[in-house]
């Protein structure tokens, strides 16, 4: 409930001002740099964001698989992101009802768009992207 009602308040938040128009189908998969998923990322959210054509911030998000695979949306199911320029950061899963996330496995700068060093073009019409993570040190791999 916790983790359902964060990501309605972020994706609210983030497309505030976004008609929907300028959004193209996003898919993707998170992998390591040998190219394998990351699939220790099961269950976290992918927050694409972007600078609207008047000023705004537009957000998607998606959540991750098994396979590191994740579909945005921004204001209604498989929607997409904002066309551009797209930051990328990486949210923790919740368990249950968990008043805590799980901490994320990988880097710390992933956890803020401004920090992640990750950027995505969303092309007009479908986008199938792959965003090269890091785990921890020390973290060993599933």
Do not use: H
Request: net charge neutral.
């Amino acid at each position: 409930m916790v983790r359902a009602l964060w990501l309605v308040a972020a994706v609210t938040m983030l497309s505030a001002g976004c008609g929907g128009s300028g959004l193209a189908p996003v898919r993707g998969q998170l992998v390591y740099p040998d190219g394998k998923p990351a699939n220790e990322l099961v269950g976290c959210t992918v927050v694409f964001e972007a600078t609207g054509a008047d000023g705004k911030s537009v957000g998607a998000v998606g959540e991750v698989d098994a396979e590191g695979r994740f579909e945005l949306t921004t204001n209604k199911p498989g929607d997409g992101a904002p066309v551009g320029t797209n930051k990328v950061s990486l949210n923790p899963r919740w368990r249950g009802q968990s008043e805590r996330p799980d901490p994320l496995p990988v880097l710390d700068k992933y956890a803020n768009a401004s920090t992640s060093e990750l950027t995505v073009e969303v092309k007009a019409g479908p986008n199938d992207v792959q965003i090269t993570v890091e785990l921890k040190p020390g973290k060993p791999r599933k």
